[in-house]
């Protein structure tokens, strides 16, 4: 069977002796062994198409060596740990304050409109990459060699991602601890930590209509003074929990107490992960479903509270102005590619682990919609609460409404105290925020503990390969972590929050990945190669979106951000100093740049005119699993070549 050289984009060669590889370079040879175990590019072998006229009879073939991946148990556990990823703190504390801030209801129009346009298509692209490479976020980008940096750049944001995010379930399980008490430590000023200006009740109505006597409240602070007032909760938050110094240079001491929070969700992490997808697969069945228990329980509870109907109306009330300005659409967009996980490599880690044919496709629609369904619904948990918040103080909504650590560590704890049964509330309220942040830290340690070990199958008859690697990955989060135990951890952790594994880096990362599927593999070679897995081509809205819609959404709101880019404050009060903004730009930097230095390093490293290097390093690296899955699939298109059945090759063209 004759084919010419440049028309080829992949060879399959079958079980047979001495069949020779033709390569898309023209040239000819047996594959050599990779580090990998893929099949490599061959260079230098032969002279063109007509060196593989006949079998080579001199050289036996190279065999390459290959390691069954791990599968899921069965289809359930990867639907449920991309839930337990992707559904996570953001859902519950982030969606429902920008829901209110950007109009109510009409932040859906934005928001529905991003999800089929850049949430969605990048979603289902890295869990098809994932499941067509069967490899991590590194070893992935095999299929264009040339951007193997967007894989270290993911590695880069999920590394510190896995970083900071943990000190919310220190947090969390902190405040579930000191939730066992009979008194909340966070509903009375009797503390040793309290200050004079603490006080309980804020009756600020009382001191506009004059109906205290002597205008003092609860005898020691007059309404003059109300205005300096402190709540129990905000003190304990800030000078128990945190014992915040005033700036990011006073570092103060460790507070040992959080200090053995941390380890103690570390564990956790560790023997979650330690023994791969199949242990993971089932813990998170647990982690993933019980938060949505939880959710159910407060919303019942919330609704019969008196307050709640306003604070839902207020939560879901449409303000059509907002619709025309640029804040809203590019909070949507953030909100998306932020709460659906996109950019970090865990759920090209996760779709690695998928049977060939898994239908990825139908998957992505329904684990989005999830996603998206949950932020909506919590939505209505939250305001029902923040309403009879609000009721209770005799103050408007907006008051009480916040967002971030404000919401999940200041509001809400207020509310539970105003509940018949405060610890039980406040208990379950710790214990399903614990559980929404465990699943998606253990998977995200999961997706950078998986593509480290990709990068070196060749050692895997070390046993506890793996044991080891997730140990050192966990040791090195925590030490890192101890600077935000302490008193100006937070001032830390905000940095980490603002610049490593938010808002520009998962967009600029989300931008390259269309670029690089899209542009430099092939949109339509890769709708192909889907169809091949799932026995159907997607629907070509998809490719659209990566070729233009998505790529100009990304780069749209990464240059709103730069242009509209204001300097980090905590707590719109204190700024960061210019050695605190270079910390952080030095953190998004570090994946950001992953990129472009790759590629002009191995532009320059490579041999050739341009147009030579240029095609060697996009050509992809295939892996043994691609001959295993693909070869079936074209023997009938070669069952009439000419050729004995022991001695023939089979070419896998871009369009099949």
């Not at 966070?186 to 040793?192: A, F, G, H, I, K």
């Not at 925590?478 to 980490?496: K, P, R």
Request: aromatic share 16%; hydrophobic share 50%.
């Amino acid at each position: 069977m004759e084919k010419s050289a440049s028309s080829c984009s992949l060879v399959l060669l079958e079980e047979t002796k001495k069949t020779p590889l033709l390569h898309p370079n023209g040239a000819c040879g047996y594959p050599p062994a990779a580090s990998n175990g893929s099949l490599v590019p061959l260079t230098g072998v032969g002279s063109g198409a007509g060196a593989c006229a006949g079998p080579e009879k001199k050289a036996p073939p190279a065999v390459v060596p290959y390691q069954e991946r791990e599968t899921w148990t069965r289809q359930m556990d990867f639907m449920m740990s991309c839930v337990g990823f992707a559904v996570g703190l953001g859902n519950v504390w982030r969606f429902p304050y920008l829901c209110y801030k950007n109009g109510g209801g009409v932040f859906l129009i934005p928001y529905m409109l991003i999800v089929f346009v850049g949430g969605i298509p990048v979603f289902f692209l890295e869990i098809a990459l994932g499941q067509f490479m069967k490899a991590g976020s590194i070893n992935v980008w095999n299929i264009a060699p040339l951007f193997k940096g967007l894989g270290y750049a993911s590695m880069v944001i999920v590394f510190f991602s896995n970083t900071y995010y943990i000190m919310v379930l220190a947090w969390a399980f902190y405040y579930l601890i000191k939730s066992f008490n009979s008194t909340l430590p966070w509903s009375t000023c009797d503390n040793e930590w309290n200050t004079p200006n603490c006080i309980e009740i804020f009756r600020h109505q009382d001191c506009i209509n004059g109906s205290l006597a002597n205008d003092t409240i609860n005898g020691n602070m007059t309404c003059a003074e109300l205005a300096n007032a402190r709540s129990p909760i905000i003190e304990f938050w800030e000078n128990k929990v945190l014992n915040i110094s005033s700036g990011l240079g006073e570092t103060g001491e460790f507070n040992w107490e959080l200090m053995l929070c941390l380890i103690a969700v570390w564990v956790m992490v560790y023997f979650c992960v330690w023994k791969g997808v199949k242990s993971t697969g089932k813990i998170v069945y647990f982690t993933a479903t019980f938060p949505y228990v939880v959710l159910i329980i407060l919303l019942v509870r919330g609704v019969t509270l008196p307050g709640a109907y306003d604070g839902i109306m207020f939560y879901i009330k449409p303000d059509w102005s907002k619709l025309w300005e640029a804040q809203v659409w590019i909070d949507a967009g953030t909100q998306i590619f932020f709460s659906y996980a996109i950019g970090l490599g865990a759920l090209t880690a996760l779709g690695s682990y998928n049977r060939f044919n898994n239908d990825c496709y139908k998957d992505a629609f329904v684990l989005a919609m999830i996603n998206s369904g949950t932020s909506f619904f919590a939505g209505f948990v939250v305001f029902s609460i923040l309403g009879f918040m609000a009721n209770e103080q005799g103050v408007h909504i907006s008051q009480v409404a916040e967002s971030g650590p404000g919401l999940a560590f200041i509001a809400y704890p207020k509310a539970v105290t105003l509940m018949p049964v405060a610890p039980l509330w406040a208990a379950l309220f710790f214990f399903m925020l614990l559980l929404l942040g465990l699943d998606s830290q253990f998977v995200g340690v999961e997706g950078f503990v998986t593509g480290i070990l990709d990068l070196f199958p060749g050692k895997s008859q070390f046993r506890y390969k793996r044991e080891i690697s997730v140990a050192v990955c966990c040791l090195l989060c925590f030490i890192i972590d101890l600077s935000m135990v302490t008193q100006a951890g937070m001032y830390v952790f905000q940095l980490f929050d603002y610049y490593s594994a938010s808002g520009m880096s998962l967009l600029w990362q989300a931008f390259w990945e269309c670029i690089v599927v899209a542009w430099v593999y092939g949109a339509d070679r890769f709708m192909d190669d889907v169809a091949l897995m799932i026995g159907y081509r997607p629907f070509p809205w998809i490719k659209w979106c990566w070729s233009f819609i998505t790529p100009a959404v990304c780069m749209g709101i990464f240059i709103f951000h730069l242009v509209n880019y204001k300097p980090l404050t905590y707590n719109n009060t204190y700024v960061y100093p210019w050695w605190g903004e270079v910390i952080g730009w030095c953190l998004a930097l570090s994946s950001m740049l992953c990129i472009p230095v790759s590629i002009l390093y191995k532009l320059v490293s490579a041999k050739g005119t341009f147009k030579e290097r240029w095609a060697h390093l996009t050509t992809p690296v295939w892996g043994h699993h691609h001959l295993e899955y693909m070869a079936p699939d074209l023997r009938a298109l070669t069952s009439n070549a000419p050729g004995t059945e022991e001695n023939k090759v089979i070419i896998f063209e871009s369009v099949m």
